[in-house]
Nanobody
């Protein structure tokens, strides 16, 4: 059974940086689309960034330039480097995997069959 475990969340001041990690175990998703989503109590879970098997990436408009998604298939780990953080980035962040090679359904959650438990990011002004 596949497991996705996120880490790296925390509390930072506006302008700070965090790097989230997501380790995949129990299965191999090296050939899959992987993505980060975020959710707040007020909003539905929405796509932040995605990375396809060929390394192609997509970003939500609010995080363009500031965030960077990457993956290391040798250790089955997905990353999200978050710079210039803003209070509106405060959310629970989830990693997810879609077995297909390309991120056909991102930024929607449909098609992502495996999810982590989430890691909280809080940005104070």
């Amino acid at each position: 059974q596949v497991q996705l475990v996120e880490s790296g969340g925390g509390s930072v001041q506006a302008g700070g940086s965090l790097r989230l990690s997501c380790v995949v175990s129990g299965d191999t998703y090296s050939g899959a689309c992987m993505a980060w989503f975020r959710q707040t109590p007020q909003n539905e879970r929405g796509g932040v960034a995605s990375i396809a098997r060929d390394g192609g990436t997509n970003y939500a408009d609010p995080v363009q330039v500031r965030f960077s998604i990457s993956r290391d298939n040798t250790i089955n780990t997905l990353y999200l480097q978050m710079n210039s953080l803003k209070p509106e980035d405060t959310a629970m962040y989830f990693c997810a995997a879609d077995r297909r090679a390309y991120c056909y359904s991102w930024p929607r959650t449909l098609g992502f069959s495996a999810w982590g438990q989430g890691t909280q990011v809080t940005v104070s002004s």
